[in-house]
């Protein structure tokens, strides 16, 4: 898993930008793939996120396919 900015508002997958934008926003492309790697790596498993909010991104993440592609941005 590649290592970033830990994402401590939602418990989703640490952030570190592959493009930065004319207008300053960071964004990083994450396959389905990566999103469902995430929901069993360590860094998921041992993290302090409160029990509804590591049901809702597991249920986000669940109903991606592998392929599906996700823009991920920080304004």
Same mark, same amino acid.
């Given at each position: 898993?590649?290592?970033?900015?830990?994402?401590? +508002?939602?418990?989703?997958?640490?952030?570190?930008? /592959? =493009?930065?934008?004319? *207008?300053?926003?960071?964004?990083?492309?994450?396959?389905?793939?990566?999103?469902?790697?995430? +929901?069993?790596?360590?860094?998921?498993?041992?993290? /302090? =996120?409160?029990?509804? *909010?590591?049901?809702?991104?597991?249920?986000?993440?669940?109903?991606?396919?592998?392929?599906? +592609?996700?823009?991920?941005?920080?304004?």
């Amino acid at each position: 898993m590649p290592s970033g900015l830990s994402n401590d +508002l939602d418990g989703g997958i640490p952030f570190w930008p /592959d =493009i930065i934008t004319p *207008q300053d926003e960071m964004m990083k492309l994450v396959s389905g793939k990566m999103m469902k790697d995430y +929901l069993s790596s360590e860094a998921f498993i041992k993290a /302090d =996120i409160p029990g509804e *909010q590591r049901q809702k991104v597991s249920s986000m993440i669940s109903g991606l396919k592998p392929a599906d +592609l996700i823009i991920m941005t920080v304004k």
